[in-house]
């Protein structure tokens, strides 16, 4: 009990706590969204029922953090516009880039899927680099190299064991991984100004109005909604387990231990999805899954080690 205690007490041990269990439920969603698919549901269906779930609980978290918040509310014109950049920035990765990755895991591997997502601190700093030319050294290119190295392992075995889908799902994954590189790019600033809490349910809300009317104006009936007590199930675990309680704990942490040790602590994710896909799934587990998963860890563990010691206080969990 006391050393609980300890660990809840110490910001940096309790801070890599909650990072890990985010990385730990994160890893277990591509493995829910396969078992989802064996019910012939849609991934427009799937993404409605997940908003469907999860809204009315990121509404009662927003108006918790209102609540907070007027009460010591101080105008500041540098944060008059973050609603608006918000919503922007939750459709881009909490809706474009989670339809792409539910397209993607029709055609593909749940590794190779969570592998390709894996890279994006690479794209971040490419597109650091494109958009605000900011500079790329060394260190950058050898963990962009290496991480798709490592893709390329477990591409080239779902290409010969799956056909050709593969190549379209593994394009849809990189571009969900695009989207999300972008949002991480450019949330850092909003999050600075108005903290996790606020920025997370205003992107997580936006994004949900956007799925719903997707579904509305794509699906001819509601038919589409009646679905099997087990598929309800899987969508509403994945919903509250994997979409809800990691957002809010990856928040946490980072106010904790700032975004790169975040990011460091989340390395095992790759390996987490390899076991969950082999011991749920029956995935192949041979020597090219290791090849890319060892690849591609070293690489973002090498891109991100080196600034950990960096100043991180700027991030704050707003309640």
């Known amino acids: 009990m006391q050393k609980g205690r300890n660990i809840i007490n110490n910001p940096v041990q309790f801070g890599l706590l909650l990072a890990l269990a985010a ?8 493995i829910l969204i396969k078992l989802i698919y064996v019910h012939d549901i849609s991934s427009v269906n799937i993404l409605a029922w997940r908003v469907i779930i999860s809204l009315p609980i990121y509404m009662a978290v927003g108006w918790w953090v209102w609540r907070q918040r007027r009460k010591r509310y101080i105008r500041n014109p540098a944060r008059d516009y973050w609603v608006i950049k918000t919503i ?7 809706y474009l880039a989670a339809l792409l990755d539910l397209i993607g895991l029709q055609y593909i591997s749940s590794q190779l899927a969570r592998l390709i997502l894996f890279t994006y601190p690479t794209l971040v700093a490419v597109l ?18 290496l991480s798709y190295l490592g893709v390329g392992f477990i591409f080239a075995y779902d290409l010969d064991s799956l056909g050709d889908q593969v190549i379209f799902g593994s394009v849809m994954m990189f571009l969900s991984a695009l989207a999300f590189s972008l949002y991480v790019l450019l949330s850092k600033n909003v999050i600075d100004a108005v903290g996790g809490a606020s920025f997370t349910v205003v992107a997580m809300l936006s994004s949900g109005v956007c799925i719903l009317l997707h579904f509305l104006l794509t699906t001819q009936s509601f038919t589409g909604l009646a679905i099997s ?3 309800f199930t899987l969508i509403a675990v994945m919903a509250i387990s994997t979409t809800v309680i990691p957002s809010f704990l990856i928040a946490e942490a980072i106010a904790r231990i700032g975004p ?15 076991i969950f896909a082999v ?20 690489a973002i563990t090498y891109l991100q080690w080196d600034r950990i010691d960096e100043r991180e206080s700027t991030v704050e969990v707003d309640y």
């Open 88 to 94: 922007i920035l939750g459709v881009l990765a909490y």
């Open 23 to 30: 990385t730990l439920l994160y890893s277990l969603k591509p």
């Open 229 to 231: 007590m087990t598929a």
């Open 260 to 274: 790169q040790r975040t990011a460091i602590a989340g390395t095992f994710g790759p390996a987490a999805t390899s």
């Open 128 to 145: 650091g680099w494109l958009i605000f030319r900011q500079a790329i050294d060394q260190r950058v290119m050898v963990a962009l190299v």
């Open 279 to 298: 011991l749920i799934l029956g995935e192949a587990f041979g020597w090219p899954q290791i090849a890319g998963i060892v690849l591609v860890v070293a």
